[in-house]
């Protein structure tokens, strides 16, 4: 699958509170085992089946406007003996609640990693906010992650 190309949502794969794509960038506040899910967008709520909703692509300048640093660059092969340099991106944050756990997000060329002191850690390849949001969750990380 292209980058540009926009897959279709399954209410399975969806939470309470993830961002996608309607017309504009809506948040989802219920999902129904009858593929039905309601969300909020800037004209109020709405209801649909998942499969109308797009996901919102993970861009470099939404990972800038949710707190995230560019501090590092990656040399990526994309040929033999041809490497592109590639922009990385870091979240360093404190877990609001215990207040002890630290916890560290990187992004770089698709792929997260996710690691705190003592809830775990996610390594893996990231397209969308909705799977970012999925994978702070898995870590107990609270940090909102918006379009």
């Known amino acids: 699958m292209k980058a540009n190309e926009l897959r279709t949502l399954t209410a399975q794969e969806l939470m309470i509170g993830d961002w996608v794509m309607d017309l504009s960038p809506c948040v989802i506040d219920a999902v129904s085992a009858e593929d039905i899910c309601t969300y909020r967008n800037a004209d109020g709520y709405m209801t649909a089946n998942p499969r109308n909703l797009k996901p919102v692509p993970l861009t470099?300048?939404?990972?800038?406007?949710?707190?995230?640093?560019?501090?590092?660059y990656e040399d990526v092969?994309?040929?033999?003996?041809?490497?592109?340099?590639?922009?990385?991106?870091?979240?360093?944050?404190k877990k609001e609640v215990e207040g002890w756990d630290?916890?560290?997000?990187?992004?770089?060329?698709?792929h997260v990693d996710v690691v705190?002191?003592?809830?775990?850690?996610?390594?893996?390849?990231?397209?969308?906010?909705?799977?970012?949001?999925?994978?702070?969750?898995?870590?107990?990380?609270?940090?909102?992650?918006?379009p």
Request: hydrophobic share 35%; charged share 25%; glycine share 8%.
């Open 60 to 72: 470099p300048e939404i990972l800038l406007k949710n707190g995230f640093v560019n501090d590092f």
């Open 77 to 93: 092969f994309v040929a033999d003996y041809h490497t592109v340099q590639v922009e990385g991106y870091t979240y360093n944050g």
């Open 102 to 110: 630290d916890c560290l997000i990187t992004y770089c060329n698709g």
């Open 116 to 146: 705190t002191d003592f809830h775990g850690e996610v390594r893996k390849e990231i397209m969308y906010v909705h799977e970012l949001q999925h994978a702070l969750r898995m870590c107990n990380i609270s940090k909102e992650i918006e």
